[in-house]
Nanobody
Framework: QVQVVESGGGLVQAGGSLRLSCAASGSIFSIKSMGWYRQAPGKVREMVASITSRGVTNYADSVEDRFTIFRDNAGSTVYLQMNSLKPEDTAVYYC????????????WGQGTQVTVSS
């Protein structure tokens, strides 16, 4: 199994930057992709960015050109660099790891709060 833990959230002014980290542990070799999702109050959880084990990235239209997802060489930590933050980026950000280890799995972190003030 794989466990993921997020860190790096906080309060920032509009136009500022934050970097989120997601550390994976356990059967890391079984991970096929990792991604960041967010959920604002009263809204459904949405995909923000993802990266596959081969390095293919995907972004939500709302964050394209502002956010960058990347990982370390070991593939055990994934980062989300968030620039030009907007108040509408305020949400709880969750890390997710999908893979296969005898069966498909999807592991979620506990979430980290990002608040962007106007």
């Amino acid at each position: 199994q794989v466990q993921v833990v997020e860190s790096g959230g906080g309060l920032v002014q509009a136009g500022g930057s934050l970097r989120l980290s997601c550390a994976a542990s356990g059967s890391i070799f079984s991970i096929k992709s990792m991604g960041w999702y967010r959920q604002a109050p009263g809204k459904v959880r949405e995909m923000v960015a993802s990266i596959t084990s081969r390095g293919v990235t995907n972004y939500a239209d709302s964050v394209e050109d502002r956010f960058t997802i990347f990982r370390d060489n070991a593939g055990s930590t994934v980062y989300l660099q968030m620039n030009s933050l907007k108040p509408e980026d305020t949400a709880v950000y969750y890390c997710n790891a999908d893979g296969w280890f005898g069966t498909d799995f999807s592991s979620w972190g506990q979430g980290t709060q990002v608040t962007v003030s106007s």
